[in-house]
């Protein structure tokens, strides 16, 4: 499968976090959540979330006409390490969200527009063959991912969400 298109958010887990609150919280389904986050045996199981890690919430769109991935800015995030984190130019986030210019617009739990996109894995899909079809290196990909619950480099279950450049 290529870039997925549609509204996704990229939720850093909470303590006390459930799988059905994130979905509540953000919009979401858990059917969609557990699918695009390889939540599911044997891979992970539902309860199997934990603070830190970064959920990915499918979330309608009622234009359809959008394709984008959104970041739910932490406390003590900056912009210098979000993009570091999404492995993207530091320019490239502010160019997204001109509002951020002023260092001081970053604030805890706002939503932020990240310029990446989300890969649905498919059947026979291996990292090196996704890199190589968006001309990434599997680094850059591991990087952006490593934080995800279900992600594992070697066993990407298809309708996996990867998030890339």
Same mark, same amino acid.
Request: charged share 10%.
């Given at each position: 499968?290529?870039? $997925?298109?549609?509204?996704?958010? $990229?939720?850093?887990?909470?303590?006390?976090?459930?799988?059905?609150?994130?979905?509540?919280?953000?919009?979401?389904?858990?059917?969609?959540?557990?699918?695009?986050?390889?939540?599911?045996? @044997?891979?992970?199981?539902?309860?199997?979330?934990?603070?830190?890690?970064?959920?990915?919430?499918?979330?309608?769109?009622?234009? %359809?006409?959008? %394709?984008?991935? =959104?970041?739910?800015?932490? /406390?003590?995030?900056?912009?210098?390490?979000?993009?570091?984190?999404?492995?993207?130019?530091?320019? %490239?986030?502010? %160019?997204?969200? /001109?509002?951020?210019?002023?260092?001081?617009? =970053?604030?805890?739990?706002?939503?932020?527009?990240? @310029?990446?996109?989300?890969?649905? $894995?498919?059947?026979?899909?291996?990292?090196?063959?996704?890199?190589?079809?968006?001309?990434?290196?599997?680094?850059?990909?591991?990087?952006?991912?490593?934080?995800? /619950?279900?992600?594992?480099?070697?066993?990407? @279950?298809?309708?996996?969400?990867? =998030?890339?450049?």
């Amino acid at each position: 499968m290529p870039i $997925v298109g549609g509204t996704y958010i $990229v939720y850093p887990v909470q303590p006390n976090d459930t799988l059905y609150a994130v979905a509540n919280k953000l919009g979401s389904t858990v059917p969609g959540m557990s699918q695009i986050n390889g939540i599911f045996p @044997p891979f992970l199981e539902p309860e199997g979330i934990y603070p830190g890690q970064w959920l990915i919430a499918p979330v309608p769109d009622e234009t %359809n006409a959008q %394709n984008r991935v =959104l970041y739910v800015v932490q /406390p003590g995030d900056s912009l210098y390490g979000i993009a570091q984190d999404f492995s993207i130019p530091v320019q %490239n986030l502010i %160019n997204a969200n /001109p509002q951020l210019m002023n260092a001081d617009a =970053l604030q805890p739990f706002q939503l932020i527009e990240v @310029p990446i996109n989300v890969f649905a $894995v498919s059947t026979g899909d291996s990292l090196f063959s996704i890199s190589q079809a968006l001309g990434v290196s599997p680094q850059t990909i591991i990087q952006m991912n490593q934080r995800r /619950p279900g992600f594992s480099p070697s066993a990407l @279950p298809a309708g996996y969400g990867l =998030l890339v450049p």
